[in-house]
């Protein structure tokens, strides 16, 4: 096995990170570009977090995805890049997003239940697309009559959405306090006191 210094391998790890078409874990860094040096965790480790740090004032980031690690523009300059591709962003469904949540808050879980907690019947069309998009798989079939599919959500669901797992999932105080906070933003507060005179 090679040796290799810290800069270099500073600039093949982040070179490999940029040019790989998808996240990219240590793992998969050490069983290939650096399979012919040796490398210990702890310094792979160290080097990513130097990467880290060198990247966050500027306009890209390297972040830690389910499937690895990756660069990736701000958030707050998605409205200026966004400029760059013709096509519009797509607009999901509130069925689909519906799905969606249900699936990923609750994995695993059958269409049937899906449509019992929705009280409306899930397009087959919905789990089409989830799938196809790799947000969404069948992990398994409930054990009662029919075995319906049970489903899930995937690496690439967290990915897409920036999340190294679903511990990172907003809870439910978020959702509350943020439809508390639109209440009482809506111009058409309910006043709960007699007007003054």
Known sequence: MKKINTAQLKQLVEAAIFVADKPISKQHLKETV???FTVADRTLSKVINELKLDYQPRGIQLV?????????????LSPWLSKLWQENAPK???AMLE???L????????RGEIEQVRGVAVSSNIIK???ERDWVKVVGHKEVPGRPALYATTKGFLDYF???????LPNADVFENMAESIASD??????????SE
């Open 64 to 76: 830690e995805v389910a499937s690895g690690y990756r660069f990736q523009s701000l958030d707050a």
């Open 92 to 94: 999901y469904s509130r």
């Open 99 to 101: 799905t969606l949540a």
């Open 129 to 131: 697309t989830l799938t």
């Open 186 to 195: 809506s111009p058409l507060k309910v006043l709960n006191e007699a007007p």
């Open 162 to 168: 920036s999340m190294t797992s679903l511990s990172d």
């Open 103 to 110: 699936i990923a808050y609750r994995q695993p879980i059958t």
């Open 34 to 36: 650096l399979n012919e």
